[in-house]
C-alpha cells in the first residue's frame, strides 16, 4: 500500500457553458502562457463518499474555506471495474486505483492518497455497496481505514475526460474537464452505472500552481488571459444537485 500526502497547492476553476466548447482548445493554443501536452488525455472515473448526514455536501454548499471530501478514484475507459489501467499510448505507465481525502482551505488544496496494488481489483457490476466497502477496506492503510469511519456512504459516482497541459518551466498547470457524467448512488444497494443524473453540460479548465509568491503570481497572469471568470465549481456538489432534482 502507498500513503502519501501530496504538496499543498492552489486550485481556480474556470467553469465553461457549451457556447464556449469549440472556443477552449483556441484559448489554450494561443495563451500566452505557451501550454504544451503533459499528458495524453484520459477518462477519469470517481466514486464520492459521504457521511450520513452529508457532511461533505453541507460543507461545500455551506461556502466553507476547511473541508474535505473522499473519493475512489481509477482511470480508464471501463466505469464498471475499479481497477488498474495502462493507457496503449503510453503502456509503460500504470494508473493505480487510489482513495483520496481531498481536503481545501480556501483556493488552496492537497490530498491525502492511499493507493492500491495491482492486484485490486472491484466489479461494481456484481458486488453490493456493503461488499464493496469491506474489500475496499481491506485494501487500505491504516490511516485511509479511518477515512471510511466518517465518510461511509457511497453517494456520487462520476466519470468525466481530462486533457493535461503544463507551461514550458511546469510552474503552473491546466487541465480540461469535458464529457461529465454522474450517477446517484444514495437509494442504490448496488452501484448504479445505468440511470445518470440529468447534468448540466459543462466543460471545467482549472488551474493549479504551488502556494508559494511565484505560484500565486504565474497563476494571476494566466487566469488573466482568459475570457471567463473563475469562481467555486464541484463536481461532486454539481452531480449531487442534479440527482436530487430528478
Not at 481509477?74 to 475499479?82: E, F, L, Q, R
Request: hydrophobic content about 40%; overall charge positive.
Amino acid at each position: 500500500m502507498d500513503y502519501r500526502i501530496t504538496s499543498t497547492r492552489y486550485e481556480i476553476k474556470l467553469p465553461c457553458d457549451p457556447p464556449h466548447f469549440d472556443e477552449i482548445e483556441a484559448w489554450v493554443r494561443l495563451h500566452p502562457a505557451q501550454w504544451r501536452v503533459a499528458y495524453p488525455p484520459r477518462e477519469i472515473n470517481n466514486i464520492y463518499f459521504d457521511s450520513a448526514d452529508y457532511q461533505g455536501l453541507d460543507a461545500n454548499l455551506g461556502g466553507i474555506a476547511e473541508r474535505a471530501k473522499l473519493r475512489l478514484r481509477w482511470y480508464g475507459p471501463d466505469k464498471t471495474a475499479v481497477a488498474p489501467y495502462s493507457d496503449p499510448a503510453e503502456a509503460w505507465l500504470w494508473h493505480l486505483p487510489q482513495l483520496e481525502l481531498k481536503c481545501k482551505d480556501g483556493m488552496a488544496g492537497w490530498k491525502e492518497i492511499n493507493r492500491m496494488d495491482r492486484s485490486f481489483m472491484l466489479d461494481l457490476t456484481r458486488v453490493t455497496w456493503p461488499e464493496a466497502r469491506r474489500r475496499l477496506r481491506v485494501a487500505l492503510a491504516p490511516q485511509a481505514q479511518i477515512w471510511l469511519n466518517t465518510y461511509t456512504f457511497p453517494a456520487l459516482i462520476n466519470r468525466y475526460r481530462r486533457a493535461y497541459y503544463v507551461t514550458p518551466d511546469e510552474v503552473v498547470r491546466l487541465t480540461i474537464d469535458t464529457a461529465l457524467r454522474a450517477y446517484d448512488q444514495r437509494l442504490s444497494a448496488r452501484p448504479n452505472l445505468t440511470r445518470p443524473a440529468p447534468i448540466d453540460a459543462q466543460a471545467v479548465i482549472e488551474l493549479k500552481a504551488a502556494t508559494n509568491p511565484e505560484g500565486a503570481r504565474r497563476l494571476s497572469q494566466a487566469l488573466a488571459d482568459f475570457p471567463v471568470r473563475a469562481y467555486r465549481f464541484s463536481k461532486y456538489v454539481q452531480g449531487m444537485l442534479a440527482a436530487i432534482d430528478i
